[in-house]
């Protein structure tokens, strides 16, 4: 299996630019998580899906970010409009099935905003 | 609130020598409790896990220890390798069927060759 794939990798843009992060989770994982790493606070989880249904947004900073999931193999992030302060790292991550401790984590995606 | 913090931000050990990574929690609540670790420029990835109805549970080279008294939790790392330089975190799971982790900030563990 490929893993969960992220992309892109790395994305320079500037202040005020709409940003889209995309995920493929694992085949067969019902559970999607979206996650920020800053060196100031960490891990933070933003929102995740369960069967595709958002489950607990709790954590999204603010109206300027919104999650999707269509679908069981795809779901996006959008910052509009992007600010310096949403530089960080965003991760996706999947499981089997809600409740589990283990979750696998993509790459990440590297967001720097001017 | 919950919280999950870790004793030391990092931790240098001598190549094979054994590791302990320390953690304390305040939710006493807490029934559920994960390690991961992170390769520079990586993901978290799974380690081990464990529930508040056990005390110790052991993988391969690494051991969670839970001490449900004094809200404490360790992994140690036996035989530790350059492989094992990462940031540990100590990851607490929300209660109920909710499928929340809540990262603690994270110990660096520094292999010394």
């Known amino acids: 299996d490929a893993g969960v794939i992220q992309s892109p990798r790395h994305e320079v843009t500037e202040m005020g630019q709409e940003v889209t992060l995309r995920c493929k989770p694992i085949s067969g994982h019902n559970s999607l998580f979206w996650y920020r790493q800053t060196m100031m606070r960490g891990l933070e989880l933003l929102i995740y899906f369960n069967n595709n249904v958002p489950i607990d947004d709790s954590g999204m900073p603010e109206d300027r970010f919104s999650a999707k999931m269509p679908n069981a193999s795809f779901s996006t992030l959008k910052i509009q409009p992007s600010e310096p302060r949403d530089s960080a790292v965003y991760f996706c991550a999947s499981s089997l099935r809600q409740g589990t401790g283990e979750l696998f984590f993509g790459e990440g995606s590297r967001l720097t905003v001017l | 609130g919950e919280s999950v913090g870790l004793h030391l931000p990092t931790l240098s050990v001598q190549e094979g020598d054994n590791s302990i990574i320390n953690c304390a929690y305040s939710n006493s609540a807490s029934d559920y409790f994960i390690w991961y670790k992170q390769e520079s420029g990586k993901g978290p990835q799974f380690i081990i896990d464990i529930r508040s109805n056990m005390d110790k549970r052991q993988g391969q080279r690494v051991t969670v220890l839970l001490n449900k008294t004094v809200k404490h939790l360790s992994l140690q790392i036996a035989a530790t390798q350059p492989g094992d330089s990462a940031v540990y975190f100590c990851?607490?799971?929300?209660?109920?069927?909710?499928?929340?982790?809540?990262f603690g900030q994270g110990t660096t563990l520094q292999v010394k060759p």
């Open positions: 990851v607490y799971h929300g209660s109920g069927n909710t499928g929340k982790l809540i």
